[in-house]
């Protein structure tokens, strides 16, 4: 045997040793394609048919937050968005948009954590690779307004519940984070970047309390002010630079100031549903998004 098919060979076999590892790359892995997205499977344990159905389940969240959003996926400047489904994370489900560097330059991504029985955050992930945006406040007010209009109700930091119920219970406690303390990093909001989707949290407590007030404000800042202020807001705004003042009129600090007095104001139309995730905070932080998903759902 020749010296150059030998080695063709001995490759060959490595390939198979590989693949039957489960350590095949994961462009390897099986893709299908919708009109904006290109689903993937990093479980290795879907099927072709399990697959298409979720593809084109996250097509149609899409499609819900497009049409939201009165935008278009930006195909042409940026390529379809790849979605990769992968298991929960110590069996929470979450999702997380991130850049991927592609042959033709960068790729928007999105590493959805869980999906038997419903993705959770995917709309929210999907409004950030329409509206990439640096300031983590902004990106995820926008993010959890699309869950809350178009997306799941069970999702963080909602919960089953609401942004709104979940701050007023904040308040009770004392435990209110001021939106100046929420930069546009991710260590002010008790978490960590590691790079290709790996987010870690390292203060699960201050970020169900900033995420639960950052969806509460976006929710605000739409029923007040609408849409196109919120995506102008996102356009005009950078780095450390929140044009509030420009373009509602009203400074941060103002901003704030309103948003929870008109929270305040509508407390006792939801004071049974403060109640509960009063006590669930209370009661345990770390786990009272979960809990708060069980008693939504009915379940004791």
Not at 21 to 38: I, M, N
Not at 191 to 205: A, E, I, W
Request: aromatic residues 10%.
């Amino acid at each position: 045997m020749r010296r150059g098919q030998f080695v063709a060979l001995l490759f060959g076999v490595f390939l198979v040793a590989w693949s039957l590892l489960g350590a095949v790359p994961e462009a390897q892995c099986a893709s299908v394609e919708t009109r904006f997205l290109v689903a993937s499977d990093a479980t290795g344990q879907m099927s072709e048919a399990e697959l298409k159905d979720q593809a084109e389940l996250a097509q149609a969240t899409l499609d819900r937050v497009l049409e939201f959003w009165s935008v278009d996926a930006e195909i042409g400047q940026f390529g379809k968005i790849r979605v990769i489904f992968d298991q929960p994370r110590r069996e929470n489900y979450s999702c997380v948009f991130y850049w991927e560097r592609g042959p033709l330059g960068r790729v928007r991504a999105i590493r959805v954590f869980g999906y038997q029985g419903g993705t959770q955050m995917l709309a929210h992930k999907l409004t950030s690779a329409i509206f990439p945006q640096p300031d983590k406040l902004i990106r995820n007010m926008m993010g959890i307004l699309a869950e809350t209009c178009v997306g799941n109700p069970r999702t963080f930091p909602r919960c089953g519940f609401s942004a709104d119920e979940w701050v007023l219970a904040l308040l009770r406690m004392d435990a209110f984070l001021p939106l100046k303390d929420l930069g546009p990093d991710h260590e002010s909001w008790g978490m960590s970047d590691g790079g290709n989707g790996r987010l870690m949290v390292l203060d699960r407590v201050r970020q169900h309390r900033a995420y639960a007030e950052a969806g509460s404000f976006g929710l605000y800042l739409y029923t007040r002010y609408g849409l196109e202020k919120i995506k102008k807001f996102h356009r005009l705004s950078g780095q450390g630079a929140r044009p509030a003042q420009e373009v509602f009129g009203l400074g941060m600090d103002e901003l704030e100031l309103d948003w929870l007095a008109a929270l305040r104001q509508g407390e006792k139309s939801n004071g049974a549903n403060v109640a509960v995730v009063h006590r669930l905070f209370q009661g345990n932080p770390r786990t009272a998004c979960v809990m708060a998903q069980r008693v939504s759902a009915g379940v004791r």
